[in-house]
């Protein structure tokens, strides 16, 4: 087994501590008790509905929200000015940690309700860069494109942990428990998600995502 130091280790990191036991009845009611906090989520991250009628008379509606432009915003700091403000960072670190618990609950990961500010059992970790010497200026004006292999190869992967949550699911009902080898399954997949994330997204580092679910 290979372990991982502080410089080989990638820049953004994802544990979620597995329990030995799940509540059947939450498990059953999942879809409807997760629907109050991803409504505040989906508050927060959606784009602005606004718009304007074009002559066919349909609402031109615009895309974006705080998540998109913040990517844009942060892109143009690094290309301009090479600098990514810490304040900035850390808000982005704490919106991907918020969205991890609110997956992680829906995922059947675990039975604690997300907190907006807790930890939890949800243990995501973003790096801060230092922008002059780690990242390149222009990279981010084509890692969204360079990360597309990814993209095709997480595709079919998401609908491999789709598949493995309906059948914990079910395992959970009958038996209380989660097992290990789809939770680590589901949980590779949300950690390859970050790191491609953490990529082309968060700017956060410029080395190239690993094709590995560990």
Known sequence: ????????????????????????????????????????????????SRGDYDPNGSVQTSLGGITVGLVVATALMI?????????????????????????AYMALLTDQYPSTVEEQSVHLELDYPDVERDLNRWLPLVKWLL???????????????????????????VTGRYPQALFDFVVGVTRWWLRVDAYAFLLVTDRYPPFSLS
């Not at 009845?25 to 879809?31: K, N």
């Open 1 to 48: 087994m290979t372990v991982e130091t502080p410089s080989s280790a990638y820049p953004a990191r994802l544990v979620v501590d597995r329990p030995e036991r799940h509540d059947r009845v939450s498990t059953f009611f999942r879809l409807i008790l997760v629907i109050p906090i991803a409504v505040v989520f989906g508050v927060l991250t959606a784009g602005d």
């Open 79 to 103: 290309v301009f000015r090479q600098r990514y403000p810490r304040w900035w960072f850390d808000f982005a670190r704490e919106l991907a940690r918020f969205g991890a618990r609110i997956g």
């Open 147 to 173: 990360a597309i292999p990814h993209y095709l190869v997480l595709i079919v992967l998401s609908l491999g942990a789709f598949l493995a949550v309906v059948v914990a699911w079910f395992s959970i009902l």
